[in-house]
């Protein structure tokens, strides 16, 4: 059904179900005609908020990039009970996919950058990462509903960096996919494997560097080869977790 008349059975303003729409508590899928929701979906949402579950209201940030700044500040200072209150916070009421956008990617960017310009030691900047690690690994969960499929994310074998795979499985999970996050370094024909097994549908290899993205090509070429029939997309650096989550709904439309 259009995402019109959803709104209109949920009772509310076709505003409000986009919003829904974004923050993936109702999944829809992107139409020439605009957003299509399964009738399910709708009931299984119409019965939470019968029985007082509201979907959460999402907050607008005005200055994305002073949240970036006062993240990248605690996390230079190794402060992580400050980084935790203040990405709480915002956490109550953004996606996690938007936050991971918005402020982990660039005040880790910030944070490497001052690493290899020699202002910040490889330890701090191990230290930064783990601290993000552990925001993210608190805020993950699996939405109720009907799962889009199953996803395999890792990064391409030579990749150490764990954590571009952490924010691709975390941005599908929060988007109602099952996913088996295999973390950094994994060979491909390991990778294949997993994916056969578990009848994945689409497999994600994430890189924090151009190197890796070259290898993560390669690699790319060698699965689809292997299972012409499971979808794998390539990060690069500075790809954002909302055009993974466009890419990763468009696989599921047979067109694509």
Sequence with gaps: MHLRDAAETLGVHYQTAYGWVRQGTLRARKTPRGYEVSESDVRDLLARRAA??????EVQVRDWAAQADRLYAALVAGDETQARHDFGRLAAGVPLAGLCDHVI???LRRVGEDWAAGELSIAAE???TAICERLIAARVHQPQGRPRGIAVTTTPPGERHALPAMMAAACLRE????VQDLAADVPAAE???LAADT???LIVLSSATSGAARLAAKETREIR???PNTRVLAGRPGDTLSRL???ARASQDPSQ
Aim: net charge neutral; charged share 30%; aromatic share 4%.
């Design 191 to 193: 990778v294949i494997s």
């Design 105 to 107: 990617a660039p005040a």
């Design 175 to 178: 988007d109602h996919w099952h």
């Design 52 to 57: 007082g579950a509201e979907p959460p209201r």
């Design 225 to 227: 080869e292997r299972l």
């Design 199 to 201: 009848g994945a549908s």
């Design 245 to 247: 989550r466009e890419l």
């Design 126 to 128: 191990h230290r930064a």
